[in-house]
């Protein structure tokens, strides 16, 4: 590791006596000094209050030739003796020893040591690219490090990813301290995987599993494909904007449950806990949280394990506001469900793509039948990991956790959800039709004229209050649920919120980002006339006013009618003849119309609810199985009524299978992907991701969608 620096008060800059850089106060974040040296006059400066706000634990010095009392926060006051110079290299130098993660830690020396290898991978360091030029080009934009860092399990030294031994097992127990676990397991393909692991890990064929249907398709891969478990889906919410919403209120009830449990499965609707496994998501892709206090206490008596599919969230213990809707943080006892919780690290936290963790937390039912040991987790683990890690993965999983320890994990994101709320300020203040999804007013009076630090430490000015027109979603119960102040939710024109139906004009989502890309600002996705931006503790005051200011002028191009040839140059030049003499608004309005003449929001909406749910004929895993067999036929989606899903479908994002093989095509689902058709082939260039159906050109040139089903 790098010598880090030393901060000092500006006058004091040059009389430090140390090998190490030194830097003034205002030139440093403190995240590259590992002491600090104040003068006096600075020590009453609110320079210790902001040393002690970062977390980082710094050591600080005061120097001065007066005999003083060490103030608070002060480790030590020098007058510049030689043996002082020495105390603070070793400070500086304890506080670097103690900087870095188990893993991380034992991975930056294992590469300082330059040792020469003959094991897998075959790039030897990068040398092997550095033989060509195009390897060379690879080489030089990774950088060195990476390459160095890219090794194989053949040396011991850095422990075992697969057994969980060495450096990669205190990596992992020092995660579960920071995050409240009893165990953490690192994965590093993604939650598509770890989520696997927890289902494959639980469940079998027979058993029964309450299932969200908001589901990431890799619970349904996981449960219901490869364990071949049997659902009870609990319908859930969409909003006529496009969100996802949350679970109704009256699918936690024990009556209701039982009876769902009537219909698939009837010897067991009268076990005491029916359910091996119970997956719901603590919060879905557009920010509706959950309470896992509340979930557990209506519904975990009924479960053995419950798993919180925290792709989208995993900050919330960090945050004040919405720690105590933490599943880590729950108190449990012996008749209280086990609980996994597995979080997307790379989403929102400070990962790499594709890190994940699974969060084990069970040891209050150890010792019963119904308790998953670590060996078994870890048979099911070991089926889903590569035996070639990529080992910068695994230490940015471990440098996650160090980051947020302590203090400096909460402020981080505390500064996060008021740089959230001063950005949905900032939008009202400035769009007139792009509008941030909060309450628009809370205790009578407008929602931005609240202070910000009121805003972030009270759910309140988040809450989804049941009945309330501005975010449409129904059957919720009071305080169940709340938009995460992390994922920064717009909406667009084209829904009255008051009514929930459609006006006249509207503005597409997927319009709008659309032309933020085409400028630089990429949205996490959109989806009808709703528009999701994540926040992180990377954002600044900057970016987000970038942001604002990009919203404003894509207003005025609307007032403006601006020709679209203007506005979205890479798509009008890619169909020029399709869009030739647009203007921004016409494409708005034709876009708009689609969705009003196939009722698209109330189709979307459909899709999840328990009437219109498709019917379910046959267990997924068996009708995956025909499907692998290949007992199967591909029809046209318009041609599909009837007939048996082989392979699930779904938009991408969010990745929530529509329809799940082993169900019937018809009904909302069937008439969704026919809008979404219609939509390929009216306005080229907006086409969504669509996985499970596929496009195929008919003899005019006519896109047209189909899909696998049974013979």
């Given at each position: 590791m790098k010598s880090m620096h030393i901060a000092?008060?500006?006058?004091?800059?040059?009389?430090?006596?140390?090998?190490?850089?030194?830097?003034?106060?205002?030139?440093?974040?403190?995240?590259?000094?590992?002491?600090?040296?104040?003068?006096?006059?600075?020590?009453?400066?609110?320079?210790?209050?902001?040393?002690?706000?970062?977390?980082?634990?710094?050591?600080?010095?005061?120097?001065?030739?007066?005999?003083?009392?060490?103030?608070?926060?002060?480790?030590?006051?020098?007058?510049?003796?030689?043996?002082?110079?020495?105390?603070?290299?070793?400070?500086?130098?304890?506080?670097?020893?103690?900087?870095?993660?188990?893993?991380?830690?034992?991975?930056?020396?294992?590469?300082?040591?330059?040792?020469?290898t003959f094991a897998c991978p075959g790039h030897q360091h990068g040398a092997f690219f550095k033989k060509h030029p195009a390897g060379r080009q690879f080489y030089d934009f990774f950088g060195e490090n990476v390459f160095r860092a890219d090794m194989c399990n053949a040396d011991v030294k850095?422990?075992?990813?697969?057994?969980?031994?060495?450096?990669?097992?205190?990596?992992?127990?020092?995660?579960?301290?920071?995050?409240?676990?009893?165990?953490?397991?690192?994965?590093?393909?993604?939650?598509?995987?770890?989520?696997?692991?927890?289902?494959?890990?639980?469940?079998?064929?027979?058993?029964?599993?309450?299932?969200?249907?908001?589901?990431?398709k890799s619970n349904h891969h996981g449960a219901l494909i490869q364990a071949g478990a049997t659902p009870v889906y609990l319908e859930a919410a969409r909003n006529p904007f496009g969100f996802i919403g949350g679970i109704d209120d009256h699918c936690f009830d024990d009556s209701y449950l039982r009876e769902q449990i009537r219909e698939v499965a009837p010897e067991k609707a009268d076990d005491a806990r029916p359910f091996r496994l119970a997956i719901i998501q603590l919060g879905t892709y557009d920010g509706t949280i959950y309470n896992a206090r509340q979930v557990v206490d209506k519904i975990g008596?009924?479960?053995?394990?419950?798993?919180?599919?925290?792709?989208?969230?995993?900050?919330?213990?960090?945050?004040?506001?919405?720690?105590?809707?933490s599943p880590l943080l729950l108190d449990l006892n012996e008749n209280d469900p086990g609980i996994f919780v597995t979080q997307s690290v790379h989403k929102q936290q400070a990962g790499f793509s594709q890190t994940s963790q699974?969060?084990?937390?069970?040891?209050?039912?150890?010792?019963?039948?119904?308790?998953?040991?670590?060996?078994?987790?870890?048979?099911?683990?070991?089926?889903?990991?590569?035996?070639?890690?990529?080992?910068?993965?695994?230490?940015?999983?471990?440098?996650?956790?160090?980051?947020?320890?302590?203090?400096?994990?909460?402020?981080?994101?505390?500064?996060?959800?008021?740089?959230?709320?001063?950005?949905?300020?900032?939008?009202?203040?400035?769009?007139?039709?792009?509008?941030?999804?909060?309450?628009?007013?809370?205790?009578?009076?407008?929602?931005q004229d609240h202070p910000t630090k009121t805003i972030a430490s009270e759910r309140r000015f988040f809450s989804f209050a049941p009945g309330a027109r501005w975010h449409g979603f129904e059957g919720y119960a009071q305080d169940q649920y709340f938009v995460d102040p992390c994922k920064l939710l717009l909406t667009t024109p084209g829904i009255d919120a008051q009514t929930g139906e459609y006006t006249e004009f509207g503005i597409p989502a997927?319009?709008?980002?659309?032309?933020?890309?085409?400028?630089?600002?990429?949205?996490?996705?959109?989806?009808?006339?709703?528009?999701?931006f994540l926040l992180t503790p990377a954002e600044s005051a900057e970016k987000m006013a970038q942001l604002v200011a990009m919203l404003g002028q894509f207003e005025q191009h609307i007032e403006d009618d601006t020709p679209l040839a203007d506005v979205l140059p890479?798509?009008?030049?890619?169909?020029?003849?399709?869009?030739?003499?647009?203007?921004?608004?016409?494409?708005?309005?034709?876009?708009?119309?689609?969705?009003?003449?196939?009722?698209?929001?109330?189709?979307?909406?459909?899709?999840?609810?328990?009437a219109s749910l498709p019917a379910v004929v046959m267990n997924p895993q068996d009708a995956n199985s025909e499907f692998i067999r290949g007992n199967v036929e591909l029809v046209r989606i318009s041609e599909a009524q009837g007939r048996i899903a082989a392979e699930g479908a779904l938009p991408y994002p969010p990745g929530v299978l529509c329809v799940v093989p082993g169900e019937i095509w018809g009904g909302a689902v069937q008439r969704y992907f026919l809008a979404l058709e219609e939509g390929v082939n009216l306005l080229p260039g907006f086409s969504p991701e669509l996985q499970g159906v596929y496009s195929e050109k008919d003899a005019d040139g006519i896109s047209r969608l189909f899909g696998y089903v049974l013979k």
């Open positions: 000092a008060s500006r006058e004091l800059v040059s009389r430090l006596s140390t090998h190490r850089r030194v830097v003034a106060l205002d030139g440093t974040d403190f995240t590259d000094v590992a002491a600090v040296v104040i003068t006096v006059a600075d020590s009453h400066s609110g320079i210790l209050a902001l040393l002690k706000r970062t977390g980082f634990n710094l050591p600080v010095f005061v120097l001065t030739a007066d005999a003083i009392s060490e103030p608070e926060g002060v480790n030590a006051v020098i007058s510049g003796k030689e043996q002082e110079w020495l105390e603070l290299e070793a400070a500086a130098s304890r506080y670097e020893e103690d900087l870095l993660p188990p893993f991380f830690d034992t991975l930056t020396q294992y590469v300082e040591m330059g040792n020469s850095l422990g075992d990813l697969l057994i969980h031994e060495g450096s990669a097992k205190h990596a992992q127990k020092f995660a579960a301290k920071v995050f409240n676990a009893d165990k953490t397991y690192f994965v590093l393909n993604g939650t598509s995987a770890a989520n696997k692991v927890v289902t494959n890990a639980l469940l079998t064929r027979g058993d029964l599993v309450l299932f969200d249907r908001n589901n990431h008596h009924l479960c053995d394990y419950i798993l919180f599919d925290s792709a989208w969230v995993g900050y919330e213990q960090f945050i004040d506001m919405m720690a105590d809707t699974i969060h084990k937390k069970d040891n209050h039912i150890r010792g019963q039948a119904r308790f998953c040991p670590h060996k078994r987790l870890n048979n099911a683990f070991m089926l889903h990991a590569s035996t070639s890690p990529f080992y910068p993965l695994f230490a940015a999983l471990d440098v996650n956790a160090k980051i947020h320890e302590g203090e400096s994990g909460r402020r981080l994101w505390a500064e996060c959800v008021e740089l959230g709320i001063e950005a949905r300020k900032a939008i009202v203040a400035n769009c007139k039709m792009i509008q941030p999804f909060i309450p628009p007013i809370v205790d009578g009076r407008p929602w997927t319009i709008l980002a659309h032309y933020l890309r085409e400028n630089g600002i990429v949205p996490e996705k959109c989806d009808l006339n709703s528009i999701l890479t798509i009008h030049n890619k169909y020029p003849v399709r869009y030739r003499d647009y203007t921004l608004r016409e494409l708005c309005q034709e876009m708009h119309d689609l969705y009003v003449s196939f009722d698209v929001k109330d189709l979307q909406k459909a899709m999840f609810r328990k």
